[in-house]
């Protein structure tokens, strides 16, 4: 049997935070890493090139989306995801739980597993944990999940463990199903809502199932922020400290700097190409609404010391201008020179880790997003 | 006065089509030469680095859109179109004629101009042949069209000579208001509806007033290809043979053949581009819906020979699920795939122009369309 060539790696340490990288035989991950979205197979409004050219080692997509249009079986027929995509580079994917909750129809939730109606045509799927891992490895993917169950926050306890403890069961049985594959991972997904207790209850069990990765999930779902970061802190102790661990749909780019000081090492999130699409850009200088009318007749870039091209070739009048106008271009620019700026904030924070000064790169990174905007022309 | 850089060289001549190049200080213009349509400032969908590799010596601007949105001023404020646009190469600008008489509300034309209310908020505009003469200066245009009137067909002769007298007294107003400007050119454009007499007529005033080039307009408006193609032999031999000729909003790949060898140098559509958002694909195997169900599992690329990496290198199974997910990503890739098709036949058009071989090449173009589509697998 082949040698297992996904690893992690660390590097250096400042606190809690870790950086270094996961190793897979389709390339390294830099951690702390950002993975941006490609929810259908691709990341919305990018070029595969792009995305790659900008700093991202691995992208992730969405087993829901992908499993109904344009299905699991087709893509695997195609050449498997990253083939199709054009993009082969590391892929993650989520089990499709957490947006079987949030997006289908008529779900019903048994120990088996979820059935549930397509939100695009009404068809009925069912999606187990063994389907799950299936679908994802139909699709070819590098980092899998766990199916679990994401209750909404606020919940009962009971609720909350109920759903952590079905999540248990059915990490099990992912593990078996996706049994042994050298250069690829399943992790897990710790659950519990809000509740300490049951938060520890599920990292330790998880632990003990020595997976290659954990993720931290049922988080960034509408609680304040200093929820998720209690939660984070809580489970840290109990996640091996030798696997990478991923905080699931997370988040801002505060989020992030406050998750990778309590150890987090990977993080996705729609937030930066989502608000591109909607003309909201993240920034060094926090973030900036293009559409307001004072950036109307400002010839300055967004930012002339971003890495990104983009951000420093075109004015901030002509951003506005495509914005207003709903042009493509726009949605394709703003999205770009967002996901830069994460991937230069996730740079940033490497740097930092490594040379032990992540609490001054923190301060320095929070006082240029408090400056705010340059003062208006 | 510096002499004027703005000039055009005829290399090859095959009957009674030529290839060559229009130079401009901001560089040459391979001609017969497509020019894709950069509407409010953005060839839609598309990065202006990849216009240009794609092989596009240069972009139209639509006066219509910019004076209403972001405002011709605000444009030259911002720097010019070529600077907001990160395009510096040669860009056209229509008259916004045309656009009042198919967007605005309200018309109103008098000898002085043509009054409108903008079809995005309504407001009042004025546009008089010295007005867009200036806003065509405020954008920085290479290449200037005189403001006329344009008649939708069928029309009365009596209509269409009206329009075309005015539009020839329009030329005049636009010459004085252009004046003499080395390194641009202005352009007058022949109308005259469907009436030969009228056509000849304009063109032999236009060609009095010893203009730097001259625009065939009011065709492709919905009149039979045959009809287009009359016109344009009817003009020809009145149009100064060592002046460029542009054939405004033109058109099909098979306008475009028939055209060049009628005499035409310079062509703009939104066709690849408008069709490229809809999932209509131009091809050497002529037109292909990609919304079509027979591609949802088909691994092959769309054209392998194209010279256009994303022709090559996406699945026409993936671009299919593109289509179908409204992803802008199937815009950006087929709206390239387009304009990539086009620049290669005009390449294509070029080389066989000037090998004296014109007549093979247009039959093996129109062999390749009529074949179709390569067969389902």
Not at 239 to 268: A, C
Request: glycine share 10%.
């Amino acid at each position: 049997m082949p040698s297992d060539t996904f690893q992690f790696h660390i590097s250096a340490r400042d606190g809690r935070a870790r950086t270094g990288f996961v190793s897979t035989p389709r390339g390294d991950i830099r951690t702390p890493a950002f993975m941006p979205v490609g929810t259908a197979g691709t990341v919305k409004a990018m070029h595969p090139g792009e995305v790659r050219d900008l700093g991202a080692d691995i992208v992730l997509g969405n087993v829901y989306h992908l499993m109904l249009r344009p299905g699991a079986e087709r893509v695997a027929r195609l050449g498997g995801l990253h083939r199709i995509m054009n993009w082969p580079h590391p892929i993650l994917t989520d089990s499709g739980g957490f947006q079987v909750m949030s997006l289908a129809k008529l779900r019903r939730i048994t120990e088996k597993g979820v059935t549930f109606s397509s939100h695009i045509d009404g068809s009925k799927y069912e999606l187990t944990p063994e389907r799950s891992i299936e679908i994802q490895g139909l699709l070819g993917s590098d980092i899998q999940m766990q199916l679990d169950e994401c209750v909404k926050l606020p919940c009962s306890d009971a609720e909350a463990e109920r759903a952590m403890e079905l999540s248990l069961r059915w990490a099990n049985r992912s593990a078996i199903a996706f049994g042994e594959q050298p250069g690829k991972a399943m992790f897990g997904i710790v659950q519990g809502g809000a509740v300490e207790s049951l938060r520890i209850r599920s990292a330790e069990a998880l632990a003990a199932m020595n997976l290659k990765g954990y993720s931290i999930g049922g988080l960034a779902v509408g609680e304040p922020q200093d929820i998720m970061l209690r939660m984070i802190e809580t489970v840290e102790p109990f996640l091996p400290s030798d696997k990478p661990r991923y905080l699931m749909g997370v988040g801002t780019p505060d989020d992030i700097v406050e998750s990778v000081r309590r150890g987090v090492d990977m993080f996705d999130c729609v937030m930066p190409t989502r608000a591109g699409r909607h003309g909201l850009a993240y920034s060094r200088f926090g973030k900036i609404n293009l559409r307001n009318a004072r950036h109307a007749d400002d010839p300055r870039p967004l930012d002339e010391t971003s890495d990104w091209e983009p951000a420093r070739r075109y004015s901030r009048g002509y951003l506005h201008h495509l914005v207003k106008s709903d042009e493509i271009l726009g949605m394709m620019l703003i999205t770009g020179i967002n996901l830069a700026y994460y991937q230069t904030l996730m740079a940033g924070l490497r740097t930092a880790i490594s040379q032990a000064r992540l609490a001054d790169f923190t301060l320095e990174t929070k006082f240029g997003w408090e400056q705010g905007d340059l003062p208006a022309l």
